[in-house]
């Protein structure tokens, strides 16, 4: 049983920044990916990372905002938000998945985290 758990969520406003960290617990994390869901909207995945670290993936409307990355060692994935604007509001998610490389097929993703708040405020 893989768990993992989040911190790093809170409330800034517009342009600020946070790191969210989720740390793994019962196996190393594979290939791993933050997903966000806001109110009334459908989860999307935010970024996505490889095991290896060599490849990334970021959805476009956080690009050159947003960066994923892992320490292997501490089993850990980080995501680094900045220049956050009101639409970056949401519960973010992190997952990991059954394979090792890069993914956005949410149906590799088998475990997923409770959640952290992420509010931003204009």
């Known amino acids: 049983q893989v768990q993992l758990v989040e911190s790093g969520g809170g409330l800034v406003q517009a342009g600020g920044s946070l790191r969210l960290s989720c740390a793994a617990s019962?196996?190393?994390?594979?290939?791993a990916a933050w997903f966000r869901q806001a109110p009334v909207k459908e989860r999307e995945v935010v970024a996505a990372i490889s095991w290896s670290g060599g490849s990334t993936y970021y959805a476009h409307s956080v690009k050159d905002r947003f960066s994923i990355s892992r320490d292997n060692v501490k089993n850990t994935v980080y995501l680094q938000l900045n220049s956050l604007k009101p639409e970056d509001t949401a519960v973010y998610y992190c997952?990991?998945?059954?394979?090792?490389?890069?993914?956005?097929?949410?149906?590799?993703?088998?475990?997923w985290g409770q959640g952290t708040q992420v509010t931003v405020s204009s």
């Open positions: 997952a990991t998945a059954r394979v090792k490389y890069l993914t956005i097929d949410t149906s590799t993703y088998d475990y």
């Open positions: 019962g196996r190393s994390i594979w290939a």
